[in-house]
């Protein structure tokens, strides 16, 4: 996959109410120095739109990238292409696409983890991912 253009965005939609989501798109958009990859949060309207062609009980489930064509990747899929949009981060992509059933499996353990996990994690680190996320998509 070529790089895409300065102007292609790819919109990351994410659970906005999970704090391991919050955490995880949080460090996307730090790793993300071109700005490619804008998030919206599943509670946003324009989410329903942007991932309109998975099945509405699929949405929640996973976390999904749009890219600027409208194509839309969930999962493991989301995140092998994730990888190969950010810097430091296409030898990754290149693996996770070579083998997309370890890619999902490990997926399906973070999401299957994520309520446990959240509980890990301190309130001051939601209030920073919530910043930080705010700064790429306006919605702060």
Same mark, same amino acid.
């Given at each position: 996959?070529?790089?895409?253009?300065?102007?292609?965005?790819?919109?990351?939609?994410?659970?906005? #109410?999970?704090?391991?989501?919050? /955490? =995880?798109?949080?460090?996307? @958009?730090?790793?993300?120095?071109? *700005?490619? +990859?804008?998030? !919206?949060?599943?509670?946003?309207?324009?989410?329903?739109?942007?991932?309109?062609?998975?099945?509405?009980?699929?949405? #929640?489930?996973?976390?999904?990238? /749009? =890219?600027?064509?409208?194509? @839309?990747?969930?999962?493991?899929? *989301?995140? +092998?292409?994730? !990888?190969?949009?950010?810097?430091?981060?296409?030898?990754?992509?290149?693996?996770?696409?070579?083998?997309?059933?370890?890619?999902?499996?490990?997926?399906?353990? =973070?999401?299957?983890?994520? @309520?446990?996990?959240?509980?890990?994690?301190?309130?001051?680190?939601?209030?920073?991912?919530?910043?930080?996320?705010?700064?790429?998509?306006?919605?702060?």
């Amino acid at each position: 996959m070529t790089s895409p253009g300065p102007c292609a965005r790819w919109r990351l939609v994410y659970d906005d #109410s999970c704090a391991v989501c919050q /955490v =995880a798109t949080a460090a996307v @958009v730090l790793v993300d120095r071109r *700005a490619v +990859v804008v998030p !919206c949060g599943l509670g946003r309207p324009e989410a329903n739109e942007l991932v309109a062609s998975v099945p509405s009980v699929a949405r #929640s489930r996973s976390m999904h990238l /749009v =890219a600027p064509d409208g194509r @839309v990747f969930s999962a493991g899929a *989301a995140c +092998v292409q994730l !990888c190969r949009l950010l810097p430091g981060f296409g030898g990754l992509g290149r693996l996770g696409g070579a083998a997309p059933d370890v890619a999902e499996r490990v997926y399906a353990w =973070a999401l299957g983890h994520r @309520v446990g996990l959240s509980g890990w994690l301190p309130t001051w680190l939601g209030r920073w991912a919530r910043s930080v996320i705010g700064m790429r998509d306006g919605a702060g």
